[in-house]
């Protein structure tokens, strides 16, 4: 995984939340009701970081899935060792 996607990626999404939140904390009925200025921020930013962040979300993604299918495609050493033992058996067949 690009861990410099990843990294951008979560910055910008805790800016469109904590820009926001910021914003509202300014206002003093909002400091007062503080956890309602946490819930409208957290809207705020979800509508933001779907609008706007959907090109480094797609390469995190695309990272992520690049990893999954080279974990995949990768032999496990278990089934190396039984492909190992299976070669053995079948080239000696008098080998009882």
Aim: aromatic residues 10%; proline residues 4%; glycine residues 4%.
């Amino acid at each position: 995984m690009k861990a410099r996607s990843a990294i951008v990626y979560t910055v910008l999404r805790l800016l469109a939340f904590l820009v926001p939140f910021g914003i509202l904390m300014l206002f003093p009925l909002m400091r007062q009701f503080y956890w309602l200025s946490a819930i409208f921020a957290a809207l705020i930013g979800l509508s933001l970081s779907l609008l706007f962040l959907r090109g480094p979300l797609d390469e995190v993604t695309a990272s992520l899935a690049e990893r999954r299918a080279q974990a995949r495609a990768a032999a496990s050493d278990e089934t190396v060792e039984d492909a190992a033992a299976d070669a053995a058996t079948t080239d000696d067949p008098d080998r009882a």
